[in-house]
């Protein structure tokens, strides 16, 4: 059983966060599990135990830990315990790619949804100065799902004035990039990405499936054509536990 000591570190790590306490909880537990510190087959330490250890109510722990009783992570035993029965399943088969071609190609077996689309939208708010808004843009909302399991929420901005030159079906089948990327009179002078971590918000854990402070990956992409016009944004957001970023170093 770990050593059950009040953790000084963890408790000053709870107060820093504004996400709930017993979600905090839940995904240190979680980790503590997929570390093999709370190993399959072991008994973790009581409620009260992990209370004094946190610094928090026994209610906070007893939230945390419905969670991942709900996920199949534990089983608790009246007058027994708490018992460690499975670690949690990442499966990171979705990489997000670092070059221009890899940009461009659809994932495998991936379908996208449109959740929405606003004509006339501004730009919105991007890292750095890497071009000029265009007068108006087309604000598309995609879903992109795998066997039924939603990985990627976007939200994707392109320059009105070459929205006529789409086939409408590429909307559902193609990559924020490939979009633009065949444009007649457009050449995609400049293309950048940002990936930030993050922790998922209540919009976006209900659209993608997952628990509110669950980690996320934001990427922004961004291209510009030869005039130096910013023909398309898009903001991606990526669940955490399918996602990954390999970069070919030499």
């Known amino acids: 059983m770990a050593d059950v000591k009040s953790d000084n570190a963890t408790v000053q790590a709870l107060q820093k966060s504004n996400v709930s306490r017993y979600i905090q909880l839940a995904s240190l537990f979680r980790q503590r599990i997929e570390s093999g510190e709370w190993d399959v087959g072991s008994q973790i330490p009581t409620v009260k135990e992990l209370a004094e250890q946190c610094g928090v109510a026994t209610m906070t722990i007893r939230q945390s830990l419905d969670i991942l009783e709900k996920e199949g ?5 009246r007058a027994k315990g708490t ?8 499966d990171l088969w979705c990489e997000v790619k670092t070059d221009w071609t ?3 190609i659809a994932r495998d077996n991936a379908t996208i949804e449109i959740l929405g689309v606003e004509p006339g939208a501004h730009l919105p708010r991007h890292e750095g100065d890497t071009g000029n808004a265009a007068p108006s843009y087309r604000h598309l909302r995609r879903k992109h799902s795998r066997n039924g399991q939603a990985f990627l929420l ?19 089948k193609v990559t924020a990039m490939r979009l633009v990327a065949d444009i007649p009179g457009q050449t995609v002078a400049n293309a950048n990405q940002i990936v930030t971590i993050g922790s998922a918000d209540l919009e976006t854990a209900t659209h993608l499936n997952m628990s509110i402070g669950d980690p996320i990956a ?7 054509n030869q005039n130096g016009d910013i023909i398309l944004l898009a903001n991606g957001i990526y669940r955490g536990d399918m996602m ?6 030499r």
């Open 73 to 77: 992570l534990i089983e608790r035993y």
């Open 83 to 90: 018992f460690v029965v499975e670690r949690p399943k990442r």
């Open 244 to 249: 990954k970023i390999e970069v070919k170093l």
């Open 154 to 172: 976007a939200d994707v901005f392109i320059d009105e004035r070459i929205c006529e030159h789409i086939p409408e079906e590429n909307y559902t």
């Open 218 to 224: 934001r990427v922004q992409r961004i291209a510009v």
């Open 102 to 104: 890899g940009m461009l």
